[in-house]
């Protein structure tokens, strides 16, 4: 089945500490995106890539990092510097970034939260 | 900026009861509008989208459509399930750009 897979599902992290998040997908899309969603909150996009080696910082990038080595991976690592991390993360997919086929599809979910 | 105002929840409904779930939007242009919803403990699945105006959107009994006079994408459904209880959220996206702007969701119960 194609569709995109985060891990963990659960994730804690002590003060301090830098923590990777996975996001794979076998769609054969382009684009790939992270975003963050707070309780009562919308979604809000913190980096994008249209393109492997390339990558975008969305509205609230400072204290990530992102890599995109390959098509399929796309990890999200949150650093020390990132003051309030307790969140959770979507990883999202789309055939390319703009035009007709820009409908984003979203992976499960990584909940962090930080001890 | 873009922006996307949904109604506030909590929504809790009977079954089999009418359901509405306003959405208005501010954007420069011709934006393709959707819904998306999200189980408890899941990501966002598309639930549906319309690309241009007076274009309906439909799936799984929902409908929504594209109103550009009234800069409305209303989500609707006439007799609504258990299974229906999730949040549920209205985005945004312009032409020929990245961003996707979300609304704030609206947490949908329904009760057996």
């Known amino acids: 089945d194609g569709g995109i897979t985060q891990s963990p599902k659960y994730l804690f992290r002590k003060e301090g500490q830098n923590v990777t998040l996975s996001c794979e997908q076998n769609l054969n899309h382009d684009a790939m995106y992270w975003y963050r969603q707070d309780p009562g909150q919308g979604l809000r996009l913190i980096y994008y890539s249209q393109i492997v080696n390339d990558f975008q910082k969305g509205d609230i990038a400072e204290g990530y990092s992102v890599s995109r080595e390959k098509k399929e991976s796309f990890p999200l690592t949150v650093t020390s510097a990132q003051k309030n991390p307790t969140a959770f993360y979507l990883c999202?997919?789309?055939?390319?970034?703009?035009?007709?086929?820009?409908?984003?599809?979203f992976g499960p979910g990584t909940r962090l939260t930080v001890l | 900026g873009d922006s996307v105002t949904q109604m506030e929840g909590p929504v809790t409904l009977s079954e089999e009861a009418f359901l509405t779930i306003n959405c208005t939007y501010t954007a420069t242009g011709y934006p393709s509008l959707f819904w998306y919803v999200q189980y408890p403990g899941e990501g966002l699945q598309l639930l549906l989208k319309a690309t241009k105006a007076d274009d309906k959107g439909s799936n799984k009994g929902f409908e929504a459509t594209y109103r550009k006079e009234t800069t409305s994408f209303h989500l609707e459904k006439g007799s609504v399930q258990v299974s229906d209880s999730a949040v549920y959220f209205c985005?945004?996206?312009?032409?020929?750009?990245?961003?996707?702007?979300f609304g704030a969701g609206t947490t949908v119960t329904v009760r057996a």
């Open positions: 999202a997919s789309s055939i390319e970034v703009t035009g007709e086929t820009d409908t984003q599809y």
């Open positions: 985005a945004l996206r312009r032409s020929n750009d990245y961003k996707l702007s």
